[in-house]
């Protein structure tokens, strides 16, 4: 089995940076695709960003392109999420997720909720305007 815990999320102000992290634990040789998704109460998951397994390819959902980059290191099994510039919008729970598989359809793939196995408790982020 796979975990994965995330970390790094607060109270920060509209205009500021943030980094999430996700750690993974147990059979994290399992892992191949991994990404992050939102999701505020009441909504549906949202799809954040998405990386493959040698970080080649990242994708992102198009509210936060441009503003969030996505990276892991596989040598220390951790995954992040840089977010830069967030705006009240980006309040939310943010869930750290991973697949065994390599998500060959890019954006297709890495944007499914079923897409991934494993998935993190979530860590909260609110940002204040």
């Known amino acids: 089995q796979v975990q994965l815990e995330e970390s790094g999320g607060g109270l920060v102000q509209a205009g500021d940076s943030l980094r999430l992290s996700c750690a993974a634990s147990g059979d994290s040789f399992r892992l191949s695709a991994m990404g992050w998704f939102r999701q505020v109460l009441g909504k549906e998951r949202e799809f954040v960003a998405g990386?493959?397994?040698?970080?080649?390819?990242?994708y992102f959902g198009d509210s936060v392109k441009g503003r969030f980059t996505i990276s892991r290191d596989n040598a220390e099994n951790m995954m992040y999420l840089r977010m830069n510039n967030v705006e009240p919008e980006d309040t939310a729970v943010y869930y750290c997720a991973g697949s065994p598989l390599d998500g060959r359809s890019g954006i297709l793939d890495f944007s499914r909720v079923f897409f991934y196995s494993y998935w993190g408790r979530g860590t909260q982020v609110t940002v204040s305007s």
């Open positions: 990386i493959t397994r040698d970080g080649e390819s990242t």
